[in-house]
């Protein structure tokens, strides 16, 4: 397991944007397959969207296509989920997640293959 560490929340309006940023502590990022799920207040924790080790790989949620892009930056050790045109149902605690992985091509989706997690950021959207 590794440290995770997010940041990026924040308040903004409907239709603003966010970038959350996260990187495993000390680690190399490449070695990993990282991923963004989210958890409202009431709800179970959600996928959003994930990239492989390569960076090369991405997916998402249907509910974000479009609005959200899942980015990794190798040479700073960091991967980003930039959020944009969002909305009020958005809001929720981001959480990153990281799975070391030998492929460099492979991608998780499911929170339980996920052994490393950050603690979370707070993102709300308000009408």
């Known amino acids: 397991q590794v440290n995770v560490a997010e940041s990026g929340g924040g308040l903004v309006q409907t239709g603003g944007s966010l970038r959350l940023s996260c990187a495993p502590s000390?680690?190399?990022?490449?070695?990993?397959?990282m991923a963004w799920f989210r958890q409202a207040p009431g709800k179970e924790r959600e996928f959003v969207s994930a990239?492989?080790?390569?960076?090369?790989?991405?997916r998402y949620a249907d509910f974000v296509k479009g609005r959200f892009t899942i980015s990794k930056d190798n040479a700073k050790n960091m991967v980003y989920l930039q959020m944009n045109s969002l909305k009020p149902e958005d809001t929720a605690v981001y959480y990153c997640?990281?799975?070391?992985?030998?492929?460099?091509?492979?991608?998780?989706?499911?929170?339980?293959?996920?052994?490393?997690w950050g603690q979370g950021t707070q993102v709300t959207v308000s009408s």
């Open positions: 990239i492989s080790g390569s960076g090369r790989i991405t």
């Open positions: 000390g680690r190399t990022i490449s070695n990993y397959a």
């Open positions: 997640a990281a799975k070391t992985t030998p492929i460099g091509d492979l991608i998780f989706r499911s929170p339980t293959l996920f052994g490393s």
